[in-house]
């Protein structure tokens, strides 16, 4: 790999450690519980175990399935990480790009969908430009897919 090139992946991994380093100390709790950790594509992929299982029964709104810190992604099995990794790894990029600030930004993206009586998860700006680059990204495999067989 070119100098260049590992100097920029570098800095991306370096600007978005604060979050990595909370996302290892959350997975490391989920690992101890019995969930299980791969790498994939630069990232840390943390699923399932007792924690997993309690956090896929909190209630609504608090719910989820998956979530990003950093390189570091905490599913709550591996059906949620294989379903949702195209989208949690978009949030990946956007960390790269934002730091520190990401976290800030998107609760502030969400406080302003809350203040204008919008869904503060599906109007967020960043959960928007997640959803449709997955959304891109599968068009174009439907594509690629079906020029192939014709």
């Known amino acids: 790999m070119a100098p260049m090139i590992r100097t920029a992946r570098l800095l991306r991994y370096l600007w978005a450690a604060p979050y990595t380093a909370l996302g290892l100390l959350l997975g490391a709790f989920a690992i101890l519980f019995g969930g299980?950790?791969?790498?994939h594509h630069g990232v840390i992929e943390i699923f399932g175990g007792r924690l997993?299982?309690?956090l896929a029964g909190v209630p609504e709104p608090?719910?989820?399935?998956?979530m990003t810190l950093g390189h570091v992604i905490l599913a709550v099995d591996r059906s949620a990480l294989n379903q949702l990794r195209l989208h949690?790894?978009?949030h990946v990029r956007q960390y790269e790009r934002w730091g520190p600030l990401?976290?800030?930004a998107y609760l502030l993206s969400s406080l302003l969908?809350?203040?204008r009586g919008r869904n503060?998860?599906?109007?967020?700006h960043f959960e928007r430009q997640a959803y449709a680059v997955v959304a891109a990204k599968r068009r174009v495999a439907r594509e690629a897919r079906a020029a192939e067989h014709a």
């Open 36 to 39: 299980q950790a791969r790498r």
């Open 52 to 54: 997993g299982e309690q």
């Open 62 to 66: 608090l719910r989820f399935s998956a």
């Open 88 to 90: 949690e790894h978009v």
């Open 102 to 104: 990401f976290l800030p």
């Open 113 to 115: 969908q809350l203040l």
């Open 120 to 124: 503060p998860y599906r109007e967020n």
